[in-house]
């Protein structure tokens, strides 16, 4: 028997082909030639790239100023989340509002900008210099550089769960003579915790890749400041391909890991939430 | 038959959802899908509708067997559950939709809309969004939009589902009142047995993927066929020992026996009793008042039995001894479910 | 009483330690690029905005980012009426691919397209023949900008969809209306708002972006130069006032676009008509 209307709203031959050409020819033979030109290169051959010292140190340096700076971020990210739904008070929606500005500056902007502060004789730069702290070409320069290329992540995904988290639960709490820091850890902390590490693992996963607000402030000092983009980066300008691929591979399974690693704790969430359905 | 299923089958991920489903409809009748929530009548209506394809089997729309013919070439009208009504269309760009799909003129669009805006009585309402429609409304508008291009079968997916309980009395008897006037074959699928009896000419019931049984309301409450039929209607009491209650007739392997408040007659010990020596005792263990009688819930041997008693009559309290006689009951071998009399009542009529 | 007092205390010292946070990381960065943009005086500040190279540069990131948003735009449209509308298999698979571009470091999206379209390339020969130059050119840059901003419509999209339901859609199919009409009259209106949203978001994207198109650009000043990439070339010249200068442009952009987005944000809340 023919399933001729097996779907009720017309169209789908036409809307499948477009978006399925469309994520073929943008996505998917792009994402292709990186296979098939990995595929070409030795296995040996792309474990002595990755592991050069210089290689090594690079993924070090990245690993831990994502780290810090999404730390960072985790903790700033709840409080100001907190402030924006909880609390009323004058320029609440300009403050909400500029959240965002990460998203929609230009990250050279961000860039030239944050270095220019972070210099000995910028606006921060020389407060800190006056206790012998440098921050400009330093690791702490490429942590201050993500810390706001990350701020929007983590915001944003507690809101909305914050939002629609019922007053009763904390009511009921506090009936029960619950202390408000108890209420807070014991109630809503483990509401939002799932959220949270959405948010950790969307802005680490960013700031592991974030190029344009780096290369300026980080100085690109070999084994201290030099992340794996730059790293690549300047493969590519001495057209050495195949060690650009080989350390793209690593950073590109280093996203997918951290994209998996989130969706297990998504659903683990749901699972608790909504029982074994 | 105008609407026939035959042998329809059809399993989501695994589930059941009709199972071995058969049955006719003839023309002009008013039909209602009745079953508990999961017992595939919705699929069934979408089946009929062209949303859904079965697995096997044929339906059958006037003749015809329309399972690949596409769901708007059907000739049916369909009010959803929610209504979808299109909420960025105003009333009458709604119910002029599908006339304006099947590019009819306009003069004839706007004559078919304004009559049927005088036939739902909302003339005067075209202009407004459905958000600015009550609950009553917008299922009107709904269903107006399904009858505007003169559809030769109406199916209604839970039509008073969204609608408070108050409006949802006044709506039953318009829609029943609207069908009737227009003569057009309805099916409409329900899970609440009191709309079902009240609107629909005969009623189908489903459970688990398959029909229990189909008759008018009348058929189907005074001779359920199987368990479930039985069961499902009215508020029932379930014992297990029917056997207890004297002069009934002796059936093998009975599960269990179906006592409807209506076939039990409770007396205080003094009133005058017609059947006394065919009553057994009983404690009553809780009065309720329930607006047009009282509902008693009285222990005998065991088995608690729920029955009704008019307000008029002498009152009785809690913990008082009464003479509990049972008219009639059912009782259900396997799926089966039969009727039993009382004795008592047979012998009555033949000897007196 | 004594709980209220302190619970005041908290809140105002959150409510200062976010303000505090946001001025220095936000507020800050803005300040030292319009200071640094008027340091020597507005006829500076006017002669490098108005410089040959700012405006070609200039002109490059609205060509990208025009094309970003048309092309995503369509696909958005597209693909979130596939992923909504209709139940088959691999949408999640499907999903996941749209998504990857924007889980891909940018340096790595432009190293893609040099793979695919550079010199060591299989199709290299034939767009050699053919006169297409992509990598180090302009359409190279046009593409890493799609690249980058490929699922930006289509998430703004699909969420909003998904809570519509399809039950107008089917009713206007039972109807016998086309894909076209249910489209334009039954879906286009519910997301109206989201697609803005959608399109502010992916020009803010495309006109920032700088990794990617750093990759394939080359820097060609005055050929394949957008905004970001001159401003990069100024700072590494060590002309701070014109870098700045023309970043204040960027800046002037990115405000316009965000409070673009907070209105938005607000009409979609506020006109839903809720059934």
Same mark, same amino acid.
């Given at each position: 028997m023919k399933k001729k209307n097996k779907r009720v709203i017309p169209g789908f031959g036409i809307s499948m082909g477009v978006t399925l050409t469309m994520v073929s020819v943008i996505v998917l033979i792009p994402l292709a030639t990186l296979v098939i030109y990995t595929a070409q290169m030795s296995f040996p051959e792309i474990i002595a790239t990755i592991t050069r010292g210089r290689v090594l140190s690079s993924f070090y340096v990245s690993f831990i100023t994502a780290f810090a700076a999404s730390a960072i971020n985790a903790v700033m990210g709840l409080i100001l989340a907190w402030v924006l739904v909880r609390y009323e008070f004058p320029g609440k929606r300009i403050l909400d509002g500029m959240i965002e500005l990460p998203f929609a500056l230009p990250t050279a902007v961000a860039g030239i900008s944050l270095t220019y502060l972070t210099t000995d004789s910028g606006w921060i730069g020389s407060f800190f210099a006056k206790f012998g702290i440098q921050i400009a070409y330093t690791r702490l320069g490429i942590t201050f550089a993500l810390i706001f290329v990350g701020i929007p992540f983590v915001v944003r995904s507690i809101q909305p769960v914050l939002e629609k988290l019922d007053p009763s639960y904390e009511e009921a709490a506090s009936v029960l003579g619950a202390s408000r820091t108890r209420i807070f850890w014991k109630v809503i902390f483990p509401e939002v915790l799932s959220s949270l590490c959405t948010g950790f693992g969307l802005a680490f996963g960013r700031c592991l890749g974030e190029y344009g607000s780096i290369v300026f402030i980080a $100085?690109?000092?070999? *084994? *201290? #400041?030099?992340?794996t983009p730059l790293i690549i980066m300047s493969e590519l300008q001495e057209f050495d391909y195949p060690s650009a691929t080989a350390i793209a591979l690593v950073m590109l399974i280093a996203a997918f890991l951290i994209l998996f690693i989130n969706n297990l704790i998504q659903a683990r969430n749901t699972k608790i939430l909504n029982g074994n359905r | 038959m105008y609407v026939e299923l035959k042998d329809i089958n059809k399993t989501y991920a695994g589930y059941q959802?009709?199972? @071995?489903v058969s049955f006719g409809i003839e023309q002009g009748r008013l039909i209602a899908l009745l079953g508990?929530?999961?017992?595939g009548k919705t699929t069934i209506l979408r089946m009929i509708a062209g949303l859904e394809t079965p697995d096997s089997g044929e339906i059958v729309i006037d003749g015809k067997v329309?399972?690949?013919?596409p769901a708007s070439e059907r000739g049916i009208g369909f009010v959803f559950q929610? *209504?979808?009504? +299109?909420? *960025?269309? #105003?009333v009458y760009d709604n119910i002029a939709f599908g006339l304006n799909v099947k590019k009819e003129n306009k003069k004839y669009i706007d004559e078919r809309v304004h009559e049927l805006l005088k036939l739902i009585s909302?003339? $005067?309402?075209?202009?407004?969004?459905?958000?600015?429609?009550?609950g009553g409304q917008r299922q009107r508008v709904a269903f107006a939009r399904a009858l505007a291009p003169n559809p030769h079968l109406l199916l209604l997916d839970e039509? +008073?589902?969204?609608?408070?309980a108050k409006v949802r009395q006044e709506l039953r008897s318009w829609l029943k009142e609207m069908i009737e006037k227009l003569g057009i074959t309805s099916i409409f699928v329900t899970h609440d047995q009191d709309e079902a009896i009240e609107v629909a000419d005969e009623i189908i019931i489903t459970n688990k993927g398959h029909i229990e049984q189909k008759g008018t309301p009348l058929e189907i409450y005074q001779n359920p066929q199987t368990a479930f039929a039985a069961t499902f209607f009215g508020q029932t009491s379930q014992i #297990?020992?029917?056997?207890? +209650? @004297?002069?009934f007739p002796k059936v093998d392997n009975v599960d269990k026996a179906i006592i409807r408040p209506e076939f039990v007659k409770v007396s205080k010990k003094n009133e005058v009793q017609r059947f006394g020596p065919s009553a057994s005792e009983g404690v009553v263990e809780r009065v309720s008042f329930r607006g047009d009688s009282l509902e008693l819930l009285v222990n005998v041997n065991d088995n608690q039995i729920i029955a009704k008693r008019g307000l008029e009559e002498k009152s009785i309290a809690v913990g008082e001894k009464v003479d509990v006689f049972i008219y009639r009951l059912f009782v259900t071998v396997g799926e089966k479910a039969m009727l039993l009399e009382n004795q008592s009542l047979v012998d009555d009529s033949v000897f007196i | 009483m004594n709980q209220n007092k302190q619970s005041g205390f908290v809140k105002w010292l959150l409510i200062t330690i976010s303000v505090l946070f946001l001025f220095v990381m936000l507020v800050l960065p803005l300040l030292v690029v319009i200071t640094q943009a008027f340091k020597s005086g507005v006829a500076a500040y006017l002669k490098a905005v108005t410089d040959k190279y700012t405006v070609r540069a200039l002109l490059l990131t609205l060509e990208a980012t025009l094309t970003a948003v048309v092309v995503n735009t369509i696909f958005g449209l597209f693909a979130a009426w596939t992923i909504t509308k209709f139940k088959f298999k691999g949408k999640k698979l499907l999903t996941t691919l749209i998504d990857i571009p924007v889980t891909v470091s940018p340096v790595i999206a432009g190293l893609i397209f040099i793979l695919l379209f $550079?010199?060591?390339?299989?199709?290299y020969p034939i767009l050699k023949a053919c006169h297409i130059k992509v990598v180090f050119a302009v359409p190279g840059i046009i593409l890493a900008t799609v690249f980058v901003t490929f699922p930006f419509i289509s998430r703004e999209l699909i969420p909003v969809l998904e809570t519509e339901g399809t039950d107008e859609e089917e009713a206007a199919a039972l109807m016998g209306a086309g894909a076209f009409t249910i489209f334009r009259k039954i879906t286009l209106p519910h997301i109206r708002w989201a697609l803005l949203y959608g399109i502010v978001l992916c020009t803010a994207r495309a006109m920032g972006e700088f990794g990617a198109v750093s990759v394939l650009?080359?820097?060609?000043? $005055?050929? #394949?130069?957008t905004l970001p990439l001159h401003v990069e070339i100024l700072f590494n010249e060590f002309q701070y006032v014109p870098a700045f200068a023309v970043s204040s442009i960027l800046v002037i952009l990115a405000i316009i676009l965000l409070v673009m987005r907070s209105v938005l944000e607000h009409k979609g809340k506020t006109t839903k008509k809720p059934l």
């Open positions: $100085g690109n000092k070999p *084994y *201290y #400041t030099e992340i | 959802a009709s199972n @071995h508990p929530s999961g017992s329309v399972n690949n013919i929610n *209504y979808a009504l +299109f909420r *960025y269309m #105003t909302l003339d $005067g309402l075209e202009k407004r969004y459905p958000s600015q429609l009550s039509p +008073f589902a969204a609608i408070d #297990t020992n029917y056997q207890s +209650f @004297h002069s | $550079g010199r060591q390339s299989l199709l650009s080359g820097h060609l000043r $005055g050929l #394949t130069n």
